[in-house]
């Protein structure tokens, strides 16, 4: 019986062992970047590919700190993402009312 222990008790040592032994993943260092566009094409890049799209306005505080938190760490982290500033695309109701329908029509979960 305490053979079996014993037995059991290696595997199971083996087995952790070998879920912490790092895999092949070499993660990439270089630099990444955070690109300007305008919606149009955000909306565009969102219906043909996988993308990170950041939507901000300038006068956000929670838009400022999120980017003082992604500048440091695009230094050595290769991520493309796109920011649309909603300032720049228009400040009139019926131009944001627009704005809104178009990022809904992609991004429904955005409605707010």
Request: proline share 2%; aromatic share 8%; charged share 30%.
């Amino acid at each position: 019986m305490r053979k079996i222990t014993k037995i059991v008790f290696i595997f199971i040592l083996l087995f952790n062992l070998v879920g912490c032994i790092e895999g092949n993943y070499l993660r990439d260092t270089s630099k990444g970047s955070i690109v300007e566009i305008k919606l149009d094409n955000a909306i565009t890049i969102a219906e043909k590919e996988e993308s990170i799209i950041l939507f901000t306005q300038s006068t956000c505080k929670d838009c400022i700190n999120l980017k003082k938190i992604l500048i440091p760490y695009l230094e050595n982290h290769k991520v493309s993402i796109h920011e649309v500033v909603l300032d720049n695309e228009g400040t009139s109701k019926e131009e944001i009312q627009n704005n809104r329908k178009k990022i809904n029509k992609v991004f429904p979960e955005f409605d707010s």
